[in-house]
């Protein structure tokens, strides 16, 4: 194996093994890959960063490691991320295992996108805790379902997941960290659109909320690109004219995108229909778990749903659903706020090997517009 790697890595003829490596950097490690999607969302799991993993063992916190990726590894996240081996709706997960940054959980995890790293990700928590379950990083798991303790830049979340003594199944659910409405009813001015009235969710990660109605547009029936121009129009606007806090870290006091609604916020059994945009104009193809984690906060402050009365929410780009209901009234900092959990499906496509030619002009990765 060693000598066959050596010849691949130096350009040399195999044996016509498709599953060994192509020629490739000896100086950039192959990076092995379980692939994921929940609702249609990708999630491109690394199981081990080696870099990573040792600068966890020198005692960083989750935020410091996120800081500390970014700063000497952000070509591993743009290489799996972005075209030809991601795509512009690619979106990726880093496990760390032990160390300060996981503190005492299961599992870490970094969140990677097209453009950076994320607080939260509900959809990846959800088929995580699969992952977790199947390639051994609980150590007993418990039938008919265990739960799984995720450390994740926001903080702690613990999934928990159908177990059958041999392999995970569906649905698993979520409990998320305390959710609160950061802001209801602010009016914010949209250039190109007018003023509209938006609300502002922490779930994880910050969100901004509005019916694309106010926007001249219908959430089911616009086109993806008039709705993901509206919606980063609506993000820039409200990073420039709205100032938020977090009560814990200014880490993660930043807008990551926004969510254009149906409207349909008053309680109902029907589902109601969003579509989330995030980071650098990126269209979740799920319903968006830290999304419903932050809208079903609003509503609960709003006085639209009690705890445990559930709610369905559908993506409005391939139709697939998460339900959330709030199970716990708290506090976090100054402000009110719920544990949200959310429950939804998560799928195994595959595993991957990927590696990088030095010549390569595009090694790390590309994208357009
Ligand atoms: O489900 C979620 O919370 C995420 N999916 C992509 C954008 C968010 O991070």
């Not at 491109?44 to 490691?65: D, H, I, K, N, Q």
């Not at 998320?176 to 950061?182: G, H, I, L, W």
């Not at 609300?199 to 993901?228: H, M, N, P, W």
Request: charged fraction near 20%.
């Amino acid at each position: 194996m060693a000598a066959a790697a050596a010849a691949a890595a130096a350009g040399g003829r195999g044996d016509g093994d498709s599953r060994r490596l192509p020629p490739r950097s000896l100086a950039e490690p192959a990076l092995h890959t379980v692939e994921m999607h929940t609702g249609g969302e990708p999630l491109r799991v690394v199981p081990r960063l080696e870099a990573m993993e040792e600068a966890a063992a020198t005692g960083l916190s989750l935020l410091a490691l996120r800081r500390h990726m970014a700063a000497t590894r952000d070509h591993v996240r743009r290489a799996l991320m972005l075209e030809p081996r991601g795509h512009g709706g690619m979106y990726g997960a880093v496990v760390v295992r032990g160390g300060a940054a996981a503190d005492g959980a299961d599992l870490a995890v970094l969140f990677l996108h097209g453009s950076g790293y994320s607080a939260m990700c509900g959809h990846a928590v959800l088929a995580l805790g699969r992952f977790a379950l199947d390639y051994g990083l609980v150590a007993a798991p418990q039938r008919p379902e265990t739960a799984v303790r995720l450390r994740c830049p926001c903080g702690p979340v613990t999934a928990f997941v159908p177990w059958d003594g041999c392999r995970s199944g569906n649905p698993v659910r979520f409990h998320s960290v305390p959710a609160f409405a950061a802001a209801t009813d602010v009016a914010i001015d949209i250039p190109g659109h007018g003023r509209v009235v938006v609300d502002i969710g922490y779930g994880g990660t910050f969100y901004a909320f509005l019916s694309a109605e106010q926007l001249g547009l219908d959430v089911c029936s616009s086109k993806t690109r008039e709705l993901v121009s509206a919606a980063s129009a609506v993000t820039e606007a409200v990073k420039e004219q709205f100032k938020l806090h977090h009560p814990e870290s200014e880490d993660l006091a930043f807008i990551y995108g926004t969510i254009l609604t149906d409207g349909k916020d008053a309680f109902s059994e029907e589902p109601t229909t969003n579509i989330c945009v995030f980071a650098d104009e990126q269209v979740d193809r799920s319903p968006t778990g830290s999304g419903v984690t932050a809208r079903i906060a609003l509503q609960y402050h709003k006085g639209l749903i009690q705890l445990n009365q559930s709610r369905t929410f559908r993506s409005s780009s391939t139709g697939s659903l998460f339900t959330g209901k709030a199970v716990k009234a708290t506090r976090f900092g100054d402000y009110n706020a719920v544990v949200v959990e959310v429950s939804g499906e998560a799928f195994y496509t595959g595993t991957a090997t990927f590696t990088v030619e030095e010549e390569d002009p595009l090694k790390h990765g590309f994208s357009f517009k």
